[in-house]
């Protein structure tokens, strides 16, 4: 169970690294190309935002399981 929680947490701590790379880069293409609303960023945009909300709906799985997940005494 332990090993599959640090999995779990490894994953997510690497989506959200990757989301705030992939926005950081967005922002620099925005700023260089001096755009404001195009298409393609905006699809980005969402797609980011979609992985982003998986992975809240994971950890609060995640915690809900953990939560319900005793074992007795004995």
Do not use: K
Request: hydrophobic share 45%.
């Amino acid at each position: 169970m332990q090993t599959t929680v640090a999995t779990l947490m490894f994953v997510t701590s690497a989506v959200l690294l990757a989301c705030i790379v992939i926005n950081y880069a967005v922002v620099i293409f925005e700023q260089t190309l001096e755009t404001e609303n195009s298409p393609q960023i905006d699809r980005i945009r969402n797609l980011e935002n979609m992985v982003l909300n998986q992975t809240d709906n994971l950890i609060n799985e995640i915690e809900l399981l953990n939560q319900t997940d005793t074992i007795p005494a004995e």
